[in-house]
Every structure is written in C-alpha cells, then in structure tokens.
C-alpha cells in the first residue's frame, strides 16, 4: 500500500486499530493506538534502549488527532516516539514530587535530622582539610 499510512482509512493494518464508537451517544469517540519498538530510537534529547513491549492506549479521538498533526509536521519521528517522551517526562515529574515529598518528611524527622548531623561533625576535620587545598 502506498502512500500516508496516518492517512489511511479503515485499513490501518496491525499497528493500529480504530475502536471508535460512533453514533453511541454515551461514549466519547477513541482509538486505540499500539505502541511497540525493536529498535533503539532517538526521543527527544535522549536516546531510549532496552527491551521494548507492546501496549494499548486507548486515548480521545482529538488527543491522537493532534499527535498525528505533529508527527506529519516532522515535530515527532513516530506517534509511537511522541508517547514514549510524554510518559517518560511524566514519570520524571511524579518521580520529582515523590522525592520532595520524601525531601519534606526526612527534613521533619528527629532521628534523621539528628544522623545528618552526626555525620557532618563526623567530617569536619576532612572538611576544613580539603577548604585548606582550594587554591586561591
């Protein structure tokens, strides 16, 4: 089959399969897109590798619209790229909040507070030591 395969009808082959539900009133019109590399692939500023699974996404009809619109633009190599750097920023942001969180309770413990402590008085001597060595 030649040309677009994004711009291809109802025969979207394996990759992609339409799960529309048009007419039915009660539920928004989606598509379910399977996201799947054997390939290491460049996303974003960094490189992805490893084992790679297949997944289904099922996602609102506009939302896989626009990640067509940008990949057609040249804006994502892949709608599967474009996924792939969405969920990995995601992860880095609830990872972040998670380790504030973390940050906020150690900050509040006693006997935590107390070790920290502990351990900088621990190093004072090796401290002053290597502020000695600075040059200038």
Known sequence: ???NPLSRGADRGPWMKNRSRRGDPRRP???AIFVYHTQTE???MAQ???????V????PADLVADVRSLVLEGRAVSQSAFVTEALAQRVRQVQAVKLKE???CAAADPLFLRDVEETEQAFL???AE????IPG
């Open 42 to 44: 460049v996303v974003g």
């Open 1 to 3: 089959m030649t040309g």
């Open 102 to 104: 973390e940050f906020r």
């Open 48 to 54: 992805t590798t490893g084992k790679r699974k297949k």
């Open 130 to 133: 290597a502020t000695r060595m």
């Open 56 to 59: 289904t996404l099922t996602l």
């Open 29 to 31: 019109c989606v598509e």
């Open 125 to 127: 001597s090796a401290d």
